[in-house]
């Protein structure tokens, strides 16, 4: 019981104002990227794993890489991102169609 109480109190020790090894991050609205910028850097983002995935298929097929499962990590890594990309992209499309419905 004691040890669950240190746990407790030790937890509390963090929510504390100036806690030790506690890094708070406040940005404010001059500091923020913008919605835009962090659209295109996610699709900046695929696209080189996109690159990366096909120069990796490239290598392999030259011979140069003789690991498959290399290659096909990269490829997979590349798939989910643009996966991701396209769900985003069709959420931001809904959002969009469901603010326009509300205007008429």
Known sequence: MADLNNTIRG???????????????????????????????????????????????????????????QVMVAVEEANTAFSLMMELRNKMLDAYQEVMRMQV
Request: net charge negative; charged share 25%; hydrophobic share 40%.
């Open 11 to 69: 937890i509390d020790l963090l929510n504390a104002p100036g806690a030790v090894g506690v890094k708070k991050t406040v940005l404010n609205a001059e500091e923020a990227p913008s919605f835009s910028d962090t659209l295109k850097g996610f699709i900046k983002d695929v696209n080189s794993m996109q690159n990366h995935a096909d120069r990796s298929i490239e290598k392999m097929v030259a011979g140069e890489i003789t690991d498959v499962h």
